[in-house]
């Protein structure tokens, strides 16, 4: 028909575009970064300082999907580091340098102070961790540095010869066998181990504080392992309010238990209580023994924090410290507390864990100490900052004195730095990594706590 004929000739007549492809209507394939090139050394050396040893993440999480799609939208020219390039290339070298930095600071110094102990891991593999303390100088400044110079596998018996051999061989790898000048290990010459002591005592011999204390472990277990409990618990207090629950290997962490449960309401914990959980209902005198409980621990657990120093010097508080805590408990006894039983004990084993101090210094010579008190009172009070800057100023006026300050003023007051390591380790060593070598995981705590040096 004409409709159809007019139709076919207007497409037949339409304009036909001829122009040939370009090279920009085709998709370009993404240039990406050279394995050699600074942008991809710059994002693999981050990606294992800041994620895998910063977070404690995987090792295994480069490979994962989610990981690279992240990297791809990110920076779609990165190729994602492999888990095999990562533990033979990147964490060795990174090892090496820490190592090497080491050596440096430690070749400055002339005296240097250790902690050492012997841990396990989740599958009770023994390692002996050993870490560095020095007083370095800083832009005319000193401050205090410390270094974990290994944590290494330790198999066999623990005997003393063999710990002995596994500690000299680290401090030769560092060349500090002649430098070491004192060695803090985790018995009851350092004072946090002996303030637990004094404390584990007292309880010990108060068998009425004991039971109360108990009780309130058993609260905190039922808080911790029964929903109904939780949700009464909740809703008569706030779900921000909680008990932590106590560490075995920390003292202070019981004090901080029933200092978290004195601080709740005794009527609404006694009414919470009152039905269903009789067995962790607080009577008044109970709940009054915690309360002095308290009063008379907070102390001891100050102590302990200010022992457990790393950046500040922490061995010149210690005499001050134990004389304050004997002057503490002499006030507490001459109170009408039901925990009288217990101070006296507490002051009975102080006296005993540090006899040194107290037969060597002249606790009674109060006439000497006011006259020592007016002839400082120009000068300002030190703070645990203050000490070394309070040398740096003097260093001229007493130069001996100086030296001997910077050797004394880097001992730690306990092995708590070296213990610190191990609970990095903890953190590494998760469940989901169970099976991971001891080599592996001695480089990654190297890394994690010397940190700062990469």
Same mark, same amino acid.
């Given at each position: 028909?004409?409709?159809?004929?007019?139709?076919?000739?207007?497409?037949?007549?339409?304009?036909?575009?001829?122009?040939?492809?370009?090279?920009?209507?085709?998709?370009?394939?993404?240039?990406?970064?050279?394995?050699?090139?600074?942008?991809?050394?710059?994002?693999?050396?981050?990606?294992?300082?800041?994620?895998?040893?910063?977070?404690?993440?995987?090792?295994?999480?480069?490979?994962?999907?989610?990981?690279?799609?992240?990297?791809?939208?990110?920076?779609?020219?990165?190729?994602?580091?492999?888990?095999?390039?990562?533990?033979?290339?990147?964490?060795?070298?990174?090892?090496?340098?820490?190592?090497?930095?080491?050596?440096?600071?430690?070749?400055?110094?002339?005296?240097?102070?250790?902690?050492?102990?012997?841990?396990?891991?989740?599958?009770?593999?023994?390692?002996?961790?050993?870490?560095?303390?020095?007083?370095?100088?800083?832009?005319?400044?000193?401050?205090?540095?410390?270094?974990?110079?290994?944590?290494?596998?330790?198999?066999?018996?623990?005997?003393?010869?063999?710990?002995?051999?596994?500690?000299?061989?680290?401090?030769?790898?560092?060349?500090?066998?002649?430098?070491?000048?004192?060695?803090?290990?985790?018995?009851?010459?350092?004072?946090?181990?002996?303030?637990?002591?004094?404390?584990?005592?007292?309880?010990?011999?108060?068998?009425?504080?004991?039971?109360?204390?108990?009780?309130?472990?058993? +609260? !905190?277990?039922?808080?911790?392992?029964?929903?109904?409990?939780?949700? &009464?618990? $909740?809703?008569?207090?706030?779900? /921000? #309010?909680?008990?932590?629950?106590?560490?075995?290997?920390?003292?202070?962490?019981?004090?901080?238990?029933?200092?978290?449960?004195?601080?709740?309401?005794?009527?609404?914990?006694?009414?919470?209580?009152?039905?269903?959980?009789?067995?962790?209902?607080?009577?008044?005198?109970?709940?009054?023994?915690?309360?002095?409980?308290?009063?008379?621990?907070?102390?001891?657990?100050?102590?302990?924090?200010?022992?457990?120093?790393?950046?500040?010097?922490?061995?010149?508080?210690?005499?001050?410290?134990?004389?304050?805590?004997?002057?503490?408990?002499?006030?507490?006894?001459?109170?009408?507390?039901?925990?009288?039983?217990?101070?006296?004990?507490?002051?009975?084993?102080?006296?005993?864990?540090?006899?040194?101090? +107290? !037969?060597?210094?002249?606790?009674?010579?109060?006439?000497?100490?006011? &006259?020592? $008190?007016?002839?400082?009172?120009? /000068? #300002?009070?030190?703070?645990?900052?203050?000490?070394?800057?309070?040398?740096?100023?003097?260093?001229?006026?007493?130069?001996?004195?100086?030296?001997?300050?910077?050797?004394?003023?880097?001992?730690?007051?306990?092995?708590?730095?070296?213990?610190?390591?191990?609970?990095?380790?903890?953190?590494?060593?998760?469940?989901?990594?169970?099976?991971?070598?001891?080599?592996?995981?001695?480089?990654?705590?190297?890394?994690?706590?010397?940190?700062?040096?990469?």
């Amino acid at each position: 028909s004409l409709c159809n004929y007019l139709k076919n000739l207007s497409c037949h007549n339409a304009p036909k575009d001829i122009k040939q492809p370009t090279l920009q209507s085709f998709p370009q394939k993404v240039q990406v970064y050279s394995l050699h090139s600074p942008r991809h050394q710059a994002i693999a050396e981050a990606i294992v300082k800041d994620l895998i040893v910063g977070c404690s993440l995987l090792l295994s999480f480069v490979e994962n999907g989610h990981f690279k799609h992240f990297i791809e939208i990110m920076d779609c020219k990165y190729t994602p580091v492999s888990r095999r390039t990562i533990c033979e290339k990147w964490i060795p070298v990174l090892v090496k340098k820490v190592k090497e930095t080491v050596l440096e600071k430690l070749a400055t110094q002339s005296s240097v102070s250790l902690t050492t102990d012997l841990w396990s891991d989740r599958r009770l593999r023994s390692f002996l961790g050993v870490t560095a303390h020095v007083c370095c100088k800083k832009k005319g400044s000193y401050a205090l540095e410390s270094y974990l110079l290994d944590c290494m596998r330790f198999t066999g018996r623990h005997g003393w010869e063999r710990i002995a051999s596994a500690f000299e061989e680290i401090t030769e790898e560092y060349g500090i066998r002649q430098k070491i000048s004192y060695i803090i290990t985790d018995n009851a010459a350092n004072m946090k181990c002996a303030f637990k002591l004094v404390v584990n005592d007292g309880l010990k011999e108060v068998r009425a504080v004991s039971h109360t204390i108990a009780k309130t472990s058993r +609260f !905190t277990t039922l808080l911790h392992s029964s929903s109904q409990f939780k949700d &009464k618990f $909740e809703a008569m207090f706030d779900t /921000s #309010k909680t008990i932590p629950a106590a560490n075995n290997t920390r003292w202070n962490s019981t004090f901080k238990q029933v200092q978290s449960l004195t601080a709740l309401d005794h009527k609404a914990l006694a009414e919470m209580c009152s039905k269903d959980y009789e067995d962790v209902t607080f009577s008044p005198c109970e709940w009054t023994q915690l309360k002095e409980l308290c009063t008379v621990l907070a102390p001891f657990s100050v102590a302990t924090d200010l022992a457990e120093g790393e950046k500040s010097v922490t061995i010149s508080i210690v005499v001050p410290t134990v004389s304050d805590l004997n002057t503490h408990l002499l006030e507490m006894e001459e109170t009408r507390m039901q925990c009288r039983p217990l101070v006296k004990a507490l002051r009975q084993s102080l006296m005993k864990r540090f006899s040194g101090i +107290f !037969t060597k210094t002249n606790m009674k010579a109060r006439d000497e100490l006011k &006259k020592l $008190e007016n002839t400082l009172k120009p /000068s #300002k009070s030190l703070t645990l900052t203050m000490h070394l800057s309070f040398g740096k100023k003097n260093r001229d006026r007493f130069p001996q004195l100086h030296k001997v300050a910077l050797k004394v003023l880097t001992v730690p007051a306990s092995s708590a730095p070296v213990e610190r390591v191990f609970s990095r380790g903890g953190i590494i060593m998760t469940p989901h990594r169970a099976r991971l070598g001891h080599k592996m995981l001695q480089s990654l705590m190297l890394l994690k706590c010397n940190q700062t040096l990469l």
